[in-house]
């Protein structure tokens, strides 16, 4: 199987709506669907979980911290309790949409300031770990960090992430910006295909670091989402690019 794009989706709030995700679903495999803390609300989450249904994406769930103000890109203190607590509630929530309209949970994914805590602390990815154990599901992460380490340790299914419209700093950390830059299409087309061949990325530092990855992530809410999308899907389907 070629390797996956995923995307975080359901990101609006009432009539607010971050990213096009009608004009996304076409191009990807995997949706991360918000669960009401950094973006999201019932109707929202009904309504791309039935948008996903309709183009035959696999739904997983994609909890946050309690900051919808900052959309979830913000780190806090927070015990390993409460995220086991906060996780385990929002999976929750979407699995009743999911249930609803007669659509698995395929998988969990944290997002944004959860998912760079957990991937430096083993002690927030074990928290995490143990609200995903009883959904029996996968949870994507970062290879070579925390994320793989403990939740594999638990005996979680572990799907490893490339990000196609994000940059890795001289150490080989995901540079989590609140707010996405833009990203030439081609060029992280390239950067994908190089992960694929070679499974290396070259950092800020213009330094090689290993990748290993299965899926890939678009963020919904960089500019030109749809066309990087577009375009991986193209890259993709050649049967040069596969893993």
Not at 5 to 23: Q, T
Not at 38 to 54: G, I, Q, Y
Not at 79 to 86: G, K, Q, Y
């Amino acid at each position: 199987m070629r390797m996956t794009i995923n995307c975080d989706m359901g990101e609006g709030f009432g009539l607010y709506r971050l990213g096009d995700d009608a004009a996304m679903m076409p191009h990807i495999d995997l949706a991360n669907v918000a669960c009401g803390f950094h973006a999201s609300d019932p109707s929202t989450m009904r309504e791309t979980v039935r948008l996903a249904k309709k183009h035959n994406v696999k739904v997983g769930a994609h909890p946050s911290l309690p900051d919808l103000q900052g959309f979830g890109r913000r780190a806090m203190v927070i015990s390993p309790a409460e995220v086991t607590d906060l996780v385990t509630y929002q999976v929750g929530a979407l699995k009743a949409f999911l249930d609803a309209e007669d659509v698995p949970l395929n998988h969990v994914k944290p997002h944004g300031a959860l998912y760079g805590m957990a991937a430096r602390d083993e002690k927030i990815a074990a928290a995490i770990a143990d609200a995903v154990l009883p959904f029996n599901v996968p949870i994507l992460g970062m290879a070579f960090t925390a994320h793989e380490m403990i939740y594999t340790g638990k005996g979680i299914e572990f799907i490893a992430e490339f990000y196609a419209d994000l940059e890795y700093d001289g150490d080989g950390n995901l540079i989590l910006s609140r707010i996405h830059d833009a990203v030439d299409p081609g060029k992280a087309a390239a950067r994908v295909l190089r992960v694929i061949r070679d499974r290396v990325v070259t950092t800020t530092a213009g330094k090689d670091i290993p990748v290993k990855a299965t899926t890939i992530c678009v963020h919904s809410d960089t500019p030109s989402a749809v066309a990087i999308a577009a375009e991986l899907d193209r890259v993709l389907r050649q049967g040069s690019a596969r893993p």
